[in-house]
């Protein structure tokens, strides 16, 4: 079957099986792998992607469910971010390469060591940036029950609390510029 | 840099920014032109004999490429491979399954959907036999014999090991006032990393060239081993470890998948990936733990504790693939002296096989220091219990001293320095113990049960010297080389291998330190076996410890070798210079200084140099260890217990840490908050249980619990700072030492709080339905389930 | 991760066009809501569907609104459409308790009310709490609509009445006033199934608040017989709202329960838990329905 979906503002039109996981779809088909896998039962959150204006986990959802719909993944976290489709080259160290201004939420994980191995990061930081729109100055408590359905092994979750609430005080303040 | 020219301190990482962006290149990011899928075909039992696998149908699969088995393997002798520990393991089965998900047939498709589709249509006839899955009846007489294809093998008896002096401890036994006993297990538990293990083979038949990126903790060794199972030439094999997303320990091992994989490219001629799904990791990947223990401590009246001694049952399932150095079995358990002044100290160890996942030494475990210190600390408060002692004063009282460091315990660790008591101290001012205590008691009138638990643990880690230690023969050393280029930035090739841990940030800073240079001045490589020399990778906390070590040694062999070209700069004698404020610098005359950065431009350029000296600021070295480190730290977790319902809420945590030297104190800390996160996990939700079956019922998430952000508190930490005074920058490594420490801790605060209802002992994990049943008095087990 | 066997796909654009495919495609056929229960079992491979009849697009399913007394919600709202309404909440709170601890909230952005509960999980929250409040299903057919009490809903694990052919549309809660609800739940760690949970309803009288005139209780993952304690809602039926009569009905749904020992306990303590979570829902409910007396807070 042919669907249409729009991530990161790019629209794609692709040849699918319907069984297809939307997962699968946005990190094969379309090279984005900034969105990850970890488990088998919809419990480790590292796939999580908006679909339309709601973090979902996208390994739990058909690309097919996803037809005439909006996502939006990391790779679109950042704004005017220069390539939708992932071109796998590394961006180099520190945080002043790559394209587009990052979200605060981007610059807390940074300030605050809110990651290690990075890999559950990409859903922790779309959940974490869905809480502040609609919660904009959360309590820790708050933060921590956002952030439940993600699992991390590395950071014990303390800088991940940190560095959302430092994004959420730096939200005004503008972004960093590349 | 931070003032003072120093390169150490909180700097902000290095490799965060291609992973906020979602940039990171994870081994299944990874992408070859052709490249097809695999897919393994798992034994649904835990015991059975194959009759017969049939591949035809899924052969005849219009996608599938190609479907190998044990037979297939069989024929290019590999079908076994040896473990870490000296036994050998199916890569694909052939006469038996041993455990419930081994590997029986490996699938080769043009996706990875295809692949799955086609594990269905592998039709095998299996003879089921009876499982032994209770390790405590492995030996009886009688019992199935699960390594029947060992010659002559008539039981499931693997080892037997012991440390310390056996006689000279019962006889402190003999005479003592006091002596407690206590069964405990230790459950098996698993790593769990977030990215689960997999890899992307090449083989370039034309060349003879076998690439794999894979997720391994140890890229050289695997080469190393990768040449001796397959035969193929060592320098024609390159392993690149990419970004990986956690380790744990879970990615030390060389799995089946990985050789069916390698295999798969070279029968195909294309790249092939293939990644494990979350049920496989759990099921058949290096387990960590399940260890049966007794414990018997002796002491006087008036708390001084004299000796210790242990007897342990060790279920390495059934291949004894336990990672640790060989001549170990049962790792380093033997430090369970712990952190206590003892007369005498003895353990005997027994390892048995099951019908279960092969493994036993993961999940930030120093090589079974987890359970030396569970061990010891459980003892430790049974001991207070009995004595009707605070466990806090207890300790005190027994903790070693400065004074008696390096101190070498009566099983042989030499423990390189610390100060203990004062850890403690700090950690009770930060929890506010006597405070606590007081809180404890007057909750107590009113029916509310609170409870403290202290864990005092000394670690040992940086494995270690090449005399003592070695994996598969393989010396336990790690390389370092190092280049300055003629503008003055600088490479490190380190051999450890990151997974998480930071090191393009702090290798980066030591070398900065060592040069007075930035740590954006120095650029980190790792992870390519093509552009790394070589070691033995990264696991028991040991890259600070040894890679750490000869990031500064090759980093100050440089310094020596730009101090001579320097001399030739300055015409002075080299014995004329002095390293000051990142410079060498003639002595007491300032103005005469040359940076790193200058003397890289001259070594390269056509400044004469002194006879024998080389144009470059390059080093090599391998380092060596003399002697482990030995961190130590004193956590006080606090919790509520709802009796009614047995839910344990942990209300505070606070970890003092000793790691000796901190080159970036922000990672210290992240490392400890995830240790610490790591003991909520084990101490109260983690358990890989079996059923009598031999069913494995912690194959999900679903029932394999992971702690979430909300059960853990905010971890309040502390830092006492005791240099290692073997290590050339005092640091000793802190990766696993949360881990460590942390199950005790929260085990001995919920029996603390359980004292009123006279609870002694209740084993991990305390779930609600364990905690509840154990007040009743009927504890319920939770390893193994009996129907 | 694993993945699903080859399926076909239709997407319902009406609940006409949704029943008219069920018709076509047979009992081999699955309505696809959220998929949060369907899509992890068919990833397993425990289910495989010939054809999934996606109803997201068939918005007209998801509501909560307040109607002739009723408390409606379609059987497409998401759980975090039911936590994050204020009618349900206000009449009902023990919607949002139960709701408070289903999944994780990324998961209650996609998982719907209609599918955990023709997924009749024996575990499954919101069974137990719909059982508790006494609601209806309304379910539609070829041949129209048909209502179903909660408790006749579930015919055992994982089996509902509904048929292959029909959707369940609508659950509905009479609102009466004086009354108060809650829900306790145990589990071993956030967002797990529970080990054990209950959910009380009840009514007080409106001069004194000191006798309950009418309970519902529900129990979750103990083998209850319809998700219902029957037996300790007829003993609450104008007993005293005190402490006594709590632990009494506590001991009686606790009888009359059926726990299995499985990874989450053994049965002896699910069945303690029975009586337990039955005592502090039930104060809790009965704190609620006191703080107003026109019902909850």
């Known amino acids: 079957m042919q669907i249409t979906v729009t991530v990161n503002g790019a629209e794609h039109v692709r040849e699918v099986e319907a069984r297809l996981l939307l997962i699968h779809f946005l990190r094969d088909d379309l090279g984005l792998t900034g969105s990850h896998w970890g488990c088998d039962t919809s419990n480790c959150g590292a796939c999580v992607v908006w679909l339309d204006e709601t973090p979902v986990k996208s390994c739990t959802v058909l690309a097919a469910m996803a037809d005439g719909h909006r996502v939006r993944t990391v790779e679109g976290l950042a704004t005017n971010a220069a390539s939708e489709e992932g071109s796998g080259e590394a961006r180099g160290g520190g945080w002043g390469a790559g394209g587009g201004e990052l979200d605060p939420v981007q610059q807390g994980f940074t300030e605050c060591h809110g990651l290690q191995c990075g890999f559950c990061t990409p859903g922790m930081m779309m959940t974490a940036r869905w809480l502040l729109d609609r919660n904009p100055d959360p309590s820790p408590e708050e933060i921590r029950e956002a952030l439940s359905g993600i699992l991390c092994r590395c950071t014990g979750y303390e800088n991940i609390v940190r560095s959302v609430l430092w994004a959420s005080k730096h939200e005004a303040a503008g972004r960093a510029s590349e | ?787 | 991760m694993q993945v699903p066997a080859y399926v076909e796909y239709e997407k319902a654009t009406s609940v006409e066009h949704a029943l008219g495919l069920l018709a076509k495609f047979g009992p081999e056929a699955r309505i696809l809501a959220g998929g949060h229960s369907l899509i992890p079992m068919m990833k397993l491979r425990l289910v495989q569907p010939e054809t999934l009849i996606d109803i997201n697009g068939l918005s007209e399913l998801s509501y909560v609104t307040v109607d002739n007394g009723r408390l409606r919600i379609g059987a497409l709202t998401r759980h975090a459409q039911l936590l994050d309404a204020a009618a349900a909440g206000a009449h009902f709170a023990i919607l949002h308790d139960a709701e408070r601890v289903i999944a994780d909230p990324v998961v209650r952005n996609w998982g719907t009310i209609g599918g955990s509960l023709c997924q009749a999980d024996p575990s499954e929250d919101l069974s137990a709490t719909f059982a508790a409040l006494k609601a209806t299903m309304i379910i539609r057919g070829p041949g129209g609509s048909r209502t179903v009490p909660a408790r006749e809903f579930h015919t055992g694990a994982y089996q509902t009445v509904v048929a292959p052919g029909e959707l369940l549309t609508e659950i509905s809660i009479a609102i009466r006033p004086g009354g108060g609800s809650a829900y306790e739940k145990v589990g071993r760690r956030v967002g797990d199934w529970p080990v054990a949970a209950a959910a009380v309803a009840v009514w007080l009288d409106p001069e004194t608040g000191g006798t309950i005139t009418d309970a519902g209780l529900g129990l979750t993952a103990v083998g209850a017989r319809s998700f219902a304690a029957a037996e300790a809602e007829d003993f609450l039926r104008g007993a005293a709202a005190t402490e006594a009569s709590y632990a009494e009905a506590g001991r009686i749904a606790a009888e009359h329960c059926n726990p299995a020992s499985d990874q989450r306990g053994p049965a002896e303590y699910k069945r303690h838990l029975a009586g337990e979570l039955t005592v502090r829902a039930l104060r809790r409910a009965v704190r609620r329905a006191r703080q107003q007396p026109g019902g909850e807070p």
């Open chain 2, 1 to 787: 840099m931070t003032a003072d020219g120093e390169a150490y301190g909180p700097v902000k990482r290095k490799e965060d920014g291609r992973f906020i962006r979602g940039q990171g290149t994870f081994t299944d990011d990874i992408q070859l032109p052709g490249m097809l899928h695999g897919a393994v075909l798992r034994s649904p039992l835990a015991h059975a004999r194959i009759v017969s696998v049939d591949t035809l149908a899924a052969e005849a699969h219009p996608r599938v490429r190609a479907v190998i088995t044990g037979q297939t393997l069989h024929e290019r002798k590999v079908a076994w491979m040896p473990t870490l520990s000296q036994d050998v393991q199916a890569v694909l089965a052939t006469d038996k399954v041993r455990f419930q998900g081994q590997e029986i047939a490996f699938v080769i498709a043009e996706d990875r959907y295809s692949a799955r589709d086609a594990l269905e249509l592998i039709a095998v006839e299996y003879e089921p036999l009876p499982p032994v899955v209770d390790a405590t009846r492995a030996l009886d007489a009688g019992a199935p014999v699960i390594r029947d294809d060992l010659t002559g093998k008539q039981d499931n008896h693997i080892f037997d090991w012991e440390a310390g002096d056996a006689a000279a401890t019962d006889a402190v036994f003999a005479s003592a006032d006091v002596v407690v006993a206590q069964d405990m297990l230790y459950p098996r538990s698993h790593p769990a990393p977030l990215e689960t293990c997999g890899m992307v083979a090449e083989f370039n038949q034309v060349a003879g060239q076998l690439t794999v990126w894979t997720t391994s903790q140890a890229p050289h060794a695997h080469r190393t081993l990768y040449a001796l199972i397959l035969g193929l030439p060592e320098h024609k094999i390159r392993v690149v470890s990419p970004d990986i997303g956690g380790g744990f320990g879970n990615k030390v091992p060389i799995y089946p998948g990985y050789l069916c994989t390698i295999i798969g490219s070279m029968i195909t001629g294309k790249p092939v990936k293939w990644v494990e799904d979350r049920s496989e990791n759990l099921m058949s990947t290096t387990f960590a733990r399940d260890y049966h223990m007794h414990g018997e401590m002796a002491a006087t009246r008036d708390g001084r504790i004299l000796a210790l001694r242990a007897r342990v049952l060790a279920d390495h399932g059934a291949f004894n693939g336990s990672a640790q150095p060989s001549k170990f079995p049962a790792g380093f358990f033997h430090i369970f002296t712990g952190s206590y002044d003892l007369r005498a100290a003895h353990c005997q160890v027994t390892g048995v096989y099951t019908n279960k996942a092969p493994g036993g030494v993961a999940y930030s475990c120093s090589f079974r220091i987890t359970e030396a210190v569970y061990l010891v600390e459980r003892m430790t408060d049974i001991l207070a219990a009995e004595l009707g002692m605070d466990p806090a004063e207890l300790r005190m009282k027994n903790l070693l001293r400065p004074e008696q460091f390096p101190y070498t315990c009566p099983t042989g660790w030499q423990y390189d320095s610390g100060d203990y008591p004062r850890a403690l101290q700090v950690a009770m001012d930060i929890a506010g113990y006597p405070e606590l205590r007081r809180e404890q008691a007057e909750k107590r009138e009113r029916g509310e049960y609170m409870g403290i638990g202290i864990s005092f643990f000394t670690e040992g880690v940086g494995a270690g010297p090449r005399k003592h230690m070695d994996i598969l023969g393989l010396g336990m050393a790690d390389g370092a080389s190092l280049r300055v280029h003629p503008t003055g930035k600088a490479v490190l090739s380190v051999s450890c291998q990151t997974q998480g841990q930071g090191h393009e940030t702090t290798f980066a800073q030591i070398v900065a330190q060592e040069l007075g240079l930035t740590p954006d001045d120095v650029e980190v490589v790792h992870g390519d076996t093509d552009r790394t020399p070589f070691g033995l990778g990264t696991y028991g906390s040991r890259s600070t410890p040894v890679s750490g070590a000869a990031a500064a040694v090759v980093a100050r062999k440089v310094r020596e070798r730009a101090k001579i070209v320097a001399s030739a700069m300055l015409e002075v004698s080299p014995g004329d210079l002095e390293w000051s404020g990142g410079r060498w610098q003639v002595r007491g005359d300032p103005e005469k200084a040359r940076s790193i950065a200058e003397i890289a431009l001259a070594a390269h350029g056509a400044l004469e140099l002194p006879d024998g000296v080389e144009g470059h600021l390059n080093a090599e070295t391998v380092y060596n260890p003399p002697s482990l480190t030995h961190p130590f730290g004193a956590y006080i977790c606090v919790t509520d217990v709802d009796p009614g319902t047995g839910q344990v809420r942990i209300r505070r945590f606070i970890a003092v840490d000793d790691c000796g030297v901190r080159i970036n104190p922000m990672i210290v800390e992240g490392q400890v908050h995830g240790g610490l996160a790591d003991g909520v996990g084990m101490a109260l939700m983690q358990v890989i249980a079996f059923d009598s079956g031999g069913n494995c019922l912690g194959g999900s998430f679903m029932d394999y619990l992971l702690p979430t952000a909300v059960e853990c508190p905010s971890w309040e930490l502390g830092a006492t700072v005791t240099p290692s005074p073997h290590h050339p920058i005092g640091a000793k490594g802190v990766g696993e030492s949360a881990t460590v420490g942390s199950p005790p801790a929260i085990v001995n605060s919920v029996l603390d709080a359980l004292r009123p209802f006279g609870v002694r002992h209740a084993d991990m994990p305390l779930t609600p339905a364990n905690v509840w049943s154990a007040i009743q008095g009927r504890p319920h087990r939770s390893d193994l389930l009996t129907s």
